[in-house]
């Protein structure tokens, strides 16, 4: 099939990074949709590490165009910060495109988000105050700021002076503090335009094009199902939608031009931030699977907090995005763990459900419903094949297909490019 789409389908940090690599391999094109640099795709390839935040993984391959789409927000300072990285390690940007329609992050949307966040008190969402949020809030209020403006130097400066203006008085009057410069941003943007105009385009056409042309089309994720707007666990969440249907319009495709929706999971469950968690586990077991599966923070370093693996949750994620399978990452962080539980309802007060609810009140009052199964011994890093596992682990990859109804098309075994099994 010629176009797949890539995406999350737990909260986020599934280790979709390594399989859009190895995806990105055998694809002519690699698009990313929506979010910004709260983001973060760790990527390891020939025993080198890259961390990327708004670069499409497919920058590693040179012969593949990368197109950042409409959907995304954009901060000019960290993408170029990210081509430079990535430049200085022999990987050249050339085949790098950005859809004229994203809309930029600017310092005062940064500034907003922290405020924001310390004005809620306890009640604060966690965001990476990276200004995500609050250009999003400009692109829906229609006050946003777009890189085709960017590229048009008079209407940009016109629109960040009236911006700021606005901007300045809600940090001072509401929220008590400092504004910003808007002839330092003024200065400081018309400089990334000048390094970024080279990769400006409209990308929809050659999208569109593409895709009729046959070539192979990749589509990749950012964060997870249940962080998204509407269907995540409002209200923490992101301000996009990571679910497959927010391809589409981060992109400017139609729905009948995507053939796989391939979802990524862990073989546990991690989450960051607040919000409920019914897996969540708080003893030596859940600091064993932090540890051994390095469950920190690609973006901001925050420990994740672990869990078993929910079915409910990857159950709903196959219902919101249609997917056509899945791929298990970091089977090899359970090894050693005597019995393996796997989450495969929650029951709430006398009441079992068996379905992810919208209500964040009901799930936080769910307590999981296991089932249990035998764990293995041993490192597996070094498997390459499905029949070579250890059978208790090919049971619990199994038990994983028939709860969710998917089929399971991966395994991740390990961190690297190469750690992967193509199940049969």
């Known amino acids: 099939m010629a176009t797949k789409v890539v995406i999350g389908a737990q909260w986020g940090d599934e280790g979709k990074g390594k399989i859009i690599d190895i995806l990105a391999q055998q694809s002519e094109v690699v698009v990313r949709s929506q979010g910004g640099n709260n983001a973060g795709h760790t990527v390891e390839a020939n025993g080198e590490q890259y961390k990327l935040h708004l670069t499409p993984s497919g920058i590693l391959n040179a012969d593949t165009l990368c197109i950042i789409g409409n959907g995304v927000v954009l901060d000019p300072a960290v993408l170029l910060g990210e081509l430079d990285m990535l430049q200085g390690r022999g990987i050249s940007a050339d085949n790098l495109k950005i859809d004229a329609r994203a809309h930029i992050i600017f310092p005062y949307h940064r500034e907003l988000d922290g405020l924001s966040e310390i004005a809620r008190g306890k009640g604060d969402i966690g965001t990476t105050?990276?200004?995500?949020?609050?250009?999003?809030?400009?692109?829906?209020?229609?006050?946003?700021?777009?890189?085709?403006d960017l590229m048009n130097t008079?209407?940009?400066?016109?629109?960040?002076?009236?911006?700021?203006?606005?901007?300045?008085?809600?940090?001072?009057?509401?929220?008590?503090?400092?504004?910003?410069?808007?002839?330092?941003?003024?200065?400081?943007?018309?400089?990334y335009a000048q390094r970024l105009k080279q990769y400006v385009t409209d990308t929809t056409v050659l999208l569109y094009a593409a895709i009729k042309a046959g070539k192979r089309v990749l589509f990749e994720g950012a964060q997870g199902t249940l962080l998204d707007l509407d269907l995540g666990t409002y209200p923490y969440v992101t301000s996009s939608h990571p679910i497959s249907g927010g391809v589409c319009v981060?992109?400017?495709?139609?729905?009948?031009?995507?053939?796989?929706?391939?979802?990524?999971?862990?073989a546990y469950t991690t989450r960051v931030g607040k919000g409920p968690f019914p897996t969540e586990l708080f003893d030596e077991t859940g600091d064993q699977i932090r540890e051994k599966g390095n469950e920190y923070g690609t973006t901001t370093g925050r420990p994740r907090r672990c869990g078993w693996f929910d079915a409910v949750i990857v159950k709903y994620a196959v219902r919101t995005s249609g997917l056509t399978s899945i791929v298990v990452n970091k089977i090899d962080t359970l090894g050693d763990i005597d019995r393996l539980k796997i989450c495969v309802g929650y029951k709430k007060g006398s009441e079992t459900m068996t379905e992810f609810p919208p209500s964040l009140e009901e799930l936080a009052v769910c307590e999981p419903v296991y089932e249990e199964m035998d764990g293995w011994d041993g490192d597996i890093g070094h498997i390459r094949k499905y029949e070579d596992l250890p059978e208790n682990a090919k049971k619990y990859i199994e038990r994983i297909e028939q709860i969710c109804d998917v089929k399971v098309g991966m395994i991740g075994v390990g961190p690297g490019r190469e750690q992967n099994i193509i199940k049969p």
């Not at 105050?129 to 085709?148: H, L, N, V, W």
């Not at 008590?176 to 410069?181: L, M």
């Open 250 to 266: 981060g992109t400017g495709i139609g729905p009948t031009m995507i053939d796989e929706c391939i979802g990524v999971v862990k």
């Open 154 to 191: 008079e209407l940009f400066i016109e629109k960040v002076r009236a911006n700021v203006e606005l901007k300045n008085t809600i940090i001072e009057k509401v929220y008590g503090g400092t504004g910003v410069d808007a002839d330092g941003i003024i200065e400081e943007y018309l400089g």
């Open 129 to 148: 105050k990276k200004g995500i949020g609050p250009a999003y809030m400009d692109k829906a209020e229609r006050s946003g700021i777009r890189m085709c």
